[in-house]
Protein backbone atom coordinates (compact mmCIF):
# COMPACT_ATOMS: atom_id res chain seq x y z
CA UNK A 1 0.00 0.00 0.00
CA UNK A 2 1.29 3.46 -0.99
CA UNK A 3 2.00 5.78 1.96
CA UNK A 4 3.19 9.12 1.91
CA UNK A 5 3.28 10.86 5.38
CA UNK A 6 3.95 14.90 5.69
CA UNK A 7 5.64 16.04 8.53
CA UNK A 8 7.98 19.63 10.10
CA UNK A 9 4.69 21.90 9.59
CA UNK A 10 4.01 24.69 12.12
CA UNK A 11 3.78 28.00 13.11
CA UNK A 12 6.68 30.40 11.56
CA UNK A 13 7.13 34.01 12.06
CA UNK A 14 7.33 36.09 8.12
CA UNK A 15 11.30 36.00 7.01
CA UNK A 16 11.58 32.12 9.11
CA UNK A 17 12.83 28.91 7.85
CA UNK A 18 10.84 25.53 7.87
CA UNK A 19 11.23 22.11 6.59
CA UNK A 20 9.10 19.82 5.43
CA UNK A 21 9.62 16.09 5.46
CA UNK A 22 7.53 13.11 3.50
CA UNK A 23 8.58 9.94 3.68
CA UNK A 24 7.54 7.78 1.30
CA UNK A 25 6.40 3.76 1.49
CA UNK A 26 4.74 1.16 -0.60
CA UNK A 27 5.96 1.56 -4.13
CA UNK A 28 10.09 1.84 -5.48
CA UNK A 29 10.54 5.16 -4.25
CA UNK A 30 13.86 6.26 -6.89
CA UNK A 31 11.69 5.44 -10.03
CA UNK A 32 8.68 8.50 -9.56
CA UNK A 33 9.13 11.90 -9.83
CA UNK A 34 7.25 13.66 -6.41
CA UNK A 35 5.37 16.98 -5.78
CA UNK A 36 4.61 19.55 -3.25
CA UNK A 37 1.17 21.32 -3.68
CA UNK A 38 -0.61 23.26 -1.32
CA UNK A 39 -3.52 24.31 -0.46
CA UNK A 40 -4.14 28.14 1.40
CA UNK A 41 -7.43 27.95 3.72
CA UNK A 42 -10.06 27.87 2.02
CA UNK A 43 -8.94 28.46 -1.48
CA UNK A 44 -8.09 25.49 -4.21
CA UNK A 45 -4.87 23.96 -4.98
CA UNK A 46 -1.55 25.66 -6.33
CA UNK A 47 1.81 23.39 -7.44
CA UNK A 48 4.98 24.61 -5.61
CA UNK A 49 7.52 22.16 -6.85
CA UNK A 50 8.36 19.09 -8.48
CA UNK A 51 11.80 16.87 -8.34
CA UNK A 52 12.62 13.62 -10.78
CA UNK A 53 13.09 10.31 -9.68
CA UNK A 54 17.17 11.22 -9.37
CA UNK A 55 17.00 14.11 -7.69
CA UNK A 56 18.37 15.47 -10.94
CA UNK A 57 15.88 17.94 -12.13
CA UNK A 58 14.13 20.21 -10.03
CA UNK A 59 11.09 22.60 -11.23
CA UNK A 60 8.90 25.49 -9.29
CA UNK A 61 5.99 27.74 -9.23
CA UNK A 62 7.10 31.61 -10.16
CA UNK A 63 5.89 32.37 -6.54
CA UNK A 64 8.55 30.52 -4.40
CA UNK A 65 11.45 30.13 -6.57
CA UNK A 66 14.89 32.03 -5.11
CA UNK A 67 13.11 31.14 -1.51
CA UNK A 68 12.11 27.44 -1.48
CA UNK A 69 14.13 24.24 -2.13
CA UNK A 70 12.66 20.36 -3.04
CA UNK A 71 15.33 17.73 -2.77
CA UNK A 72 14.90 13.63 -1.88
CA UNK A 73 16.87 11.29 -0.46
CA UNK A 74 15.98 7.89 -2.49
CA UNK A 75 18.08 5.65 0.68
CA UNK A 76 15.56 7.36 3.31
CA UNK A 77 12.64 6.77 0.57
CA UNK A 78 12.13 10.65 1.87
CA UNK A 79 11.24 13.96 -0.14
CA UNK A 80 11.76 17.19 1.65
CA UNK A 81 10.96 21.12 1.29
CA UNK A 82 13.31 23.80 2.46
CA UNK A 83 11.24 26.97 2.90
CA UNK A 84 13.10 30.05 3.77
CA UNK A 85 12.25 34.32 3.93
CA UNK A 86 8.50 32.60 4.34
CA UNK A 87 5.60 35.29 4.11
CA UNK A 88 1.96 35.13 5.25
CA UNK A 89 0.66 34.32 2.05
CA UNK A 90 3.02 31.06 2.41
CA UNK A 91 0.25 29.85 4.63
CA UNK A 92 -1.47 26.83 3.79
CA UNK A 93 -1.60 23.06 3.94
CA UNK A 94 1.26 20.97 1.93
CA UNK A 95 0.69 17.98 0.53
CA UNK A 96 3.45 15.67 -1.12
CA UNK A 97 2.20 13.74 -4.10
CA UNK A 98 3.13 10.80 -6.24
CA UNK A 99 3.77 11.42 -10.21
CA UNK A 100 2.32 8.60 -12.51
CA UNK A 101 3.61 8.88 -15.86
CA UNK A 102 1.20 6.90 -17.79
CA UNK A 103 2.45 7.35 -20.89
CA UNK A 104 5.67 8.08 -22.35
CA UNK A 105 4.87 11.31 -23.09
CA UNK A 106 6.35 15.07 -21.01
CA UNK A 107 2.46 15.53 -20.48
CA UNK A 108 1.27 12.14 -19.68
CA UNK A 109 1.21 12.45 -15.79
CA UNK A 110 -1.37 12.75 -12.56
CA UNK A 111 -1.11 13.09 -8.80
CA UNK A 112 -2.22 9.75 -7.90
CA UNK A 113 -1.34 9.22 -4.33
CA UNK A 114 -1.22 12.08 -1.98
CA UNK A 115 -0.23 12.71 1.66
CA UNK A 116 -2.27 13.63 4.12
CA UNK A 117 -0.75 17.16 4.30
CA UNK A 118 0.48 19.32 6.73
CA UNK A 119 0.31 22.88 7.77
CA UNK A 120 2.24 25.75 7.83
CA UNK A 121 1.22 29.09 9.16
CA UNK A 122 3.30 31.82 8.67
CA UNK A 123 2.43 34.66 11.26
CA UNK A 124 3.73 37.10 13.59
CA UNK B 1 0.97 30.12 -17.32
CA UNK B 2 -2.66 27.85 -18.49
CA UNK B 3 -5.14 29.09 -17.45
CA UNK B 4 -7.97 26.70 -16.18
CA UNK B 5 -11.35 27.75 -15.70
CA UNK B 6 -14.31 25.16 -14.12
CA UNK B 7 -18.07 26.16 -13.83
CA UNK B 8 -20.15 26.40 -12.13
CA UNK B 9 -18.25 27.21 -9.28
CA UNK B 10 -21.07 25.71 -6.93
CA UNK B 11 -23.81 23.54 -7.48
CA UNK B 12 -26.53 22.12 -5.74
CA UNK B 13 -27.81 18.78 -6.52
CA UNK B 14 -29.58 15.40 -4.75
CA UNK B 15 -28.75 12.22 -4.84
CA UNK B 16 -29.68 10.13 -7.91
CA UNK B 17 -28.88 13.37 -10.07
CA UNK B 18 -26.87 13.62 -12.99
CA UNK B 19 -24.25 15.91 -12.64
CA UNK B 20 -21.87 17.87 -15.21
CA UNK B 21 -19.13 20.32 -14.27
CA UNK B 22 -17.17 21.66 -17.12
CA UNK B 23 -13.48 22.76 -17.25
CA UNK B 24 -11.98 24.78 -19.59
CA UNK B 25 -8.50 25.90 -20.90
CA UNK B 26 -6.87 29.44 -21.89
CA UNK B 27 -4.88 27.23 -24.75
CA UNK B 28 -5.21 23.51 -26.60
CA UNK B 29 -4.16 20.91 -23.85
CA UNK B 30 -5.18 17.98 -26.05
CA UNK B 31 -5.94 15.30 -23.69
CA UNK B 32 -3.52 16.60 -21.25
CA UNK B 33 -6.50 16.73 -18.17
CA UNK B 34 -6.34 15.15 -14.76
CA UNK B 35 -9.58 15.25 -11.89
CA UNK B 36 -9.54 15.37 -8.82
CA UNK B 37 -12.45 15.22 -5.85
CA UNK B 38 -11.66 16.66 -2.73
CA UNK B 39 -13.73 16.17 1.31
CA UNK B 40 -13.03 18.85 3.64
CA UNK B 41 -9.80 18.52 5.61
CA UNK B 42 -8.83 15.39 3.41
CA UNK B 43 -6.06 15.24 0.63
CA UNK B 44 -7.46 15.27 -3.04
CA UNK B 45 -7.84 11.88 -4.31
CA UNK B 46 -7.51 10.98 -8.44
CA UNK B 47 -10.81 10.13 -10.19
CA UNK B 48 -10.01 10.32 -13.78
CA UNK B 49 -6.70 10.83 -16.09
CA UNK B 50 -5.99 11.94 -19.63
CA UNK B 51 -9.40 13.12 -19.82
CA UNK B 52 -11.54 10.14 -20.21
CA UNK B 53 -9.60 7.14 -18.07
CA UNK B 54 -11.07 6.19 -14.82
CA UNK B 55 -8.50 5.56 -12.18
CA UNK B 56 -8.50 2.23 -10.36
CA UNK B 57 -11.05 1.76 -7.71
CA UNK B 58 -13.32 4.85 -8.59
CA UNK B 59 -16.70 3.67 -9.45
CA UNK B 60 -17.80 3.58 -12.69
CA UNK B 61 -20.95 6.57 -12.12
CA UNK B 62 -17.89 9.13 -13.04
CA UNK B 63 -16.90 9.55 -16.46
CA UNK B 64 -14.92 12.20 -18.13
CA UNK B 65 -14.64 13.44 -21.92
CA UNK B 66 -13.27 16.35 -24.10
CA UNK B 67 -9.79 17.26 -25.91
CA UNK B 68 -8.57 20.60 -26.75
CA UNK B 69 -9.77 23.45 -24.65
CA UNK B 70 -13.50 22.17 -23.46
CA UNK B 71 -14.04 19.05 -20.71
CA UNK B 72 -16.22 17.47 -18.73
CA UNK B 73 -16.84 15.52 -15.44
CA UNK B 74 -19.73 13.69 -15.26
CA UNK B 75 -21.55 11.93 -12.47
CA UNK B 76 -24.09 10.21 -13.78
CA UNK B 77 -26.19 9.02 -10.43
CA UNK B 78 -24.64 11.40 -7.63
CA UNK B 79 -24.47 9.44 -4.38
CA UNK B 80 -24.32 10.72 -0.75
CA UNK B 81 -20.17 10.32 -0.70
CA UNK B 82 -19.94 12.37 -3.74
CA UNK B 83 -20.67 15.86 -2.09
CA UNK B 84 -17.26 17.62 -2.42
CA UNK B 85 -15.64 19.80 -4.19
CA UNK B 86 -14.18 18.69 -7.65
CA UNK B 87 -10.55 20.33 -9.19
CA UNK B 88 -9.58 19.98 -13.35
CA UNK B 89 -6.04 19.82 -13.77
CA UNK B 90 -3.79 20.58 -16.99
CA UNK B 91 -0.40 18.97 -17.36
CA UNK B 92 0.08 19.38 -20.65
CA UNK B 93 2.65 22.41 -19.77
CA UNK B 94 4.58 19.54 -17.63
CA UNK B 95 6.33 20.56 -14.97
CA UNK B 96 4.39 23.63 -14.46
CA UNK B 97 1.09 22.06 -13.81
CA UNK B 98 -2.24 24.12 -12.93
CA UNK B 99 -5.10 23.29 -11.84
CA UNK B 100 -8.86 24.96 -12.20
CA UNK B 101 -10.26 26.69 -9.01
CA UNK B 102 -13.24 23.77 -7.75
CA UNK B 103 -16.73 22.93 -7.75
CA UNK B 104 -18.16 22.69 -4.56
CA UNK B 105 -21.03 20.22 -4.90
CA UNK B 106 -23.67 19.89 -2.19
CA UNK B 107 -26.33 18.98 -1.41
CA UNK B 108 -29.80 20.51 -2.39
Known amino acids: EVQLLESGGGLVQPGGSLRLSCAAS????????MSWVRQAPGKGLEWVSA????????YYADSVKGRFTISRDNSKNTLYLQMNSLRAEDTAVYYC?????????????????WGQGTLVTVSS | DIQMTQSPSSLSASVGDRVTITCRASQSISSYLNWYQQKPGKAPKLLIY???SLQSGVPSRFSGSGSGTDFTLTISSLQPEDFATYYCQQSYSTPRITFGPGTKVDIK
Open chain 2, 50 to 52: AAS
Open chain 1, 26 to 33: GFTFSSYA
Open chain 1, 51 to 58: ISGSGGST
Open chain 1, 97 to 113: AKVLNYYDSSGSNCFDY
